[in-house]
């Protein structure tokens, strides 16, 4: 089904698949897994796996119905590179993004090599934005690595939940950073001077910058709920877009 969305940085949700596993440190309080077994309970059509993997053929064609000019933010609830969803059935997903070219599609994954194995030899749609979730180092940062090399009009990082300081990461050939921290009861805390380094980089290279959320923790250090932490850094709202 294709809704609303209240992340901040998209217009619409759009979920070919639903469900997922977990493979690294940023899945360890996965949201869209509670989600997913809150709309089980629910009886929502299309959770009766819980969040065990299901293929939503019949949702393929929701994005062609629409005419408004949209960003849509692909498998909010899944992850389209998952090792159980097969390069045919992506190929469906990548042939619905590519007819549907008055929206703005963005697939982001944790999944980088198999989403480098899978583009690999084809020109992905101009209209398709590719992105990689970067938790940490250890994981996060091979990723940006494996981003860089495919051939695409807009690659972009979600650095979310940033769980430690990244270091100096090279930022080149990437074209839009989106930075924000855990929320939930057991979230993990994020520090500022994490996201300092992370706007330095994005100065440096001339990433625009998206700060999203604080989360569960503010920026000194005290739990609160993440309405009220907000999403100011520097005194600021920012949300810069790929131009």
Request: charged letters at 25%; glycine letters at 10%; a positive charge.
């Amino acid at each position: 089904m294709s809704t609303s969305s209240k992340i901040e940085w998209t217009e619409q949700t759009w979920n070919p698949t639903v469900g997922c596993t977990k493979i690294s440190p940023g899945c360890k309080h996965c949201y869209a897994e509670k989600m997913a077994l809150r709309l089980q309970a629910m009886g929502m059509r299309g959770y009766e796996n819980g969040f065990g993997l299901s293929l939503m053929s019949e949702r393929l064609a929701e994005p062609l119905e629409r005419r408004k000019p949209t960003i849509y933010f692909v498998n909010s609830m899944s992850d389209l590179f998952h090792e159980e969803v097969p390069f045919e059935y992506i190929d469906k997903v990548f042939d619905v993004m590519k007819r549907a070219h008055q929206h703005t599609f963005q697939v982001l994954t944790k999944r980088a090599e198999r989403m480098a194995d899978y583009c690999r030899g084809k020109a992905v749609p101009p209209n398709v934005w590719l992105g990689v979730s970067v938790e940490d180092r250890k994981h996060g940062l091979p990723r940006i690595e494996l981003l860089r090399g495919i051939d695409v009009m807009v690659r972009f990082l979600s650095i979310e939940p940033l769980l430690e300081d990244l270091g100096k990461p090279d930022f080149s050939g990437i074209h839009w950073a989106i930075v924000g921290g855990e929320s939930g009861s057991k979230a993990r805390p994020m520090q500022r001077q994490w996201v300092d380094g992370i706007k330095r980089q994005c100065d440096r290279y001339g990433v625009p910058f998206f700060f999203k959320q604080w989360g569960t923790w503010g920026p000194d250090g005290q739990k609160r709920s993440k309405k009220t932490n907000g999403r100011t850094y520097k005194g600021r709202v920012w949300d810069a877009m790929p131009a």
